[in-house]
């Protein structure tokens, strides 16, 4: 009897250098996918050298033989184009951006060909070589703009936080408005991509979903002081550097995921996707802390004091509290349960920044 070669399923991940694109790329090459990548390596453009993700990638070259990389730029239709026309993928991964709102004010029209203007060119790709596959977009929590700093706030000795009586007190899920506020120009361009995914999922009847996100962290995030609270902060305490604080006494609240929690939640949308669907997904209740808390705790994993300076205008359009309500998402896929909590995230790049 003749063996038959089971077909493996194609997976497409943008930014697949970055913290979610690398730890997607091992995670679905661990469940069978053959793997593509896309990365050029902006994130040196936009940070400078130790936040390139050119270490990343050499080490999923080494490691994963299949693994097929393309150092091209996202905006570049023609190249996007050719990989498509080349290979019809079941998933397509989005995560490749420019992900800070400070940066974001020094070259808008860069930040939006590469937020919006390059979500469009995935898209319309994916509508034509790939419908019956599925898109995630991974999007962020800033499409709500400043609207969270609204909610009734309480003061404790290390944080803010959401008064019981407040609709939001359990966090923020999906019905807060994202409009009338302000988003920062970042939170604006990807604001547009999450819409136009949503609006390609319900137009075309395609399986899109953004995953609004909050912070996301591990050991494998090359953060700075632009973008990737705290990874920055653990490699700040564990270089004797010193760490900026913007604003709010530093008790201002971020929910924290572990990238590994992300891409499992990702890999259970694929199992079972829906048609032009968003979540918030983040730490949520789990895993969420201060500033302040989170230089406690480094202090304490690295054994070293931190060097702090405090400037009291906070960066504009910042949350003062941002905690994730992952109560649709939870019900919509009950098999989905976040493995790292906040001490397992803090201790992971400790560990990482102790090497």
């Not at 902006?42 to 999923?60: E, P, W």
């Not at 999906?174 to 949503?198: N, R, W, Y």
């Not at 890999?267 to 997904?281: G, T």
Request: positive net charge.
């Amino acid at each position: 009897m003749r063996n038959r070669t089971v077909k493996k399923p194609k997976v497409l991940i943008t930014g697949s250098g970055g913290l979610v694109g690398s730890q997607a790329v091992r995670f679905f090459s661990s469940k069978g996918f053959k793997v593509f990548g896309i990365d050029n390596d902006m994130r040196r453009y936009f940070f400078g050298k130790n936040a390139s993700t050119s270490g990343n990638i050499k080490k999923l070259k080494k490691d994963i033989l299949e693994y097929k990389h393309y150092p091209v730029d996202i905006r570049d239709f023609k190249k996007i184009h050719a990989i498509f026309k080349k290979d019809t993928f079941d998933l397509i991964i989005h995560t490749a951006g420019q992900p800070s709102h400070d940066w974001a004010i020094n070259e808008p029209l860069t930040d939006f060909s590469i937020n919006s203007t390059a979500t469009l060119y995935l898209l319309e790709n994916f509508r034509r070589y790939c419908p019956s596959g599925v898109f995630v977009f991974l999007s962020t929590n800033k499409v709500y703009g400043d609207t969270p700093n609204r909610l009734s706030f309480k003061e404790t000795k290390t944080r803010f936080e959401v008064k019981e009586d407040d609709e939001f007190s359990e966090g923020i899920d999906e019905t807060m408005p994202i409009d009338q506020s302000l988003h920062s120009l970042f939170g604006a361009s990807k604001t547009c991509a999450d819409l136009f995914v949503q609006e390609y999922g319900r137009y075309f009847n395609l399986k899109t979903v953004c995953f609004r996100a909050g912070c996301i962290s591990g050991a494998a995030h090359s953060g700075c002081k632009l973008h990737g609270f705290l990874s920055h902060l653990g490699k700040s305490i564990a270089a004797g550097k010193t760490y900026e604080i913007f604003g709010y006494k530093g008790k201002q609240v971020r929910d924290n995921i572990h990238a590994f929690d992300l891409v499992s939640a990702i890999y259970q949308y694929f199992l079972s996707p829906k048609c032009a669907e968003v979540y918030n997904i983040g730490g949520g209740r789990h895993s969420n802390i201060s500033v302040l808390e989170a230089v406690a705790k480094f202090e304490s994993a690295l054994d070293k004091k931190a060097r702090l300076r405090y400037i009291p205008e906070p960066r504009k359009g910042d949350h003062k509290w941002y905690i994730s309500d992952l109560t649709k998402f939870k019900n919509d896929f009950p098999g989905w349960k976040p493995v790292f909590g906040i001490d397992d995230i803090i201790n992971d790049i400790a560990k990482a920044c102790r090497n």
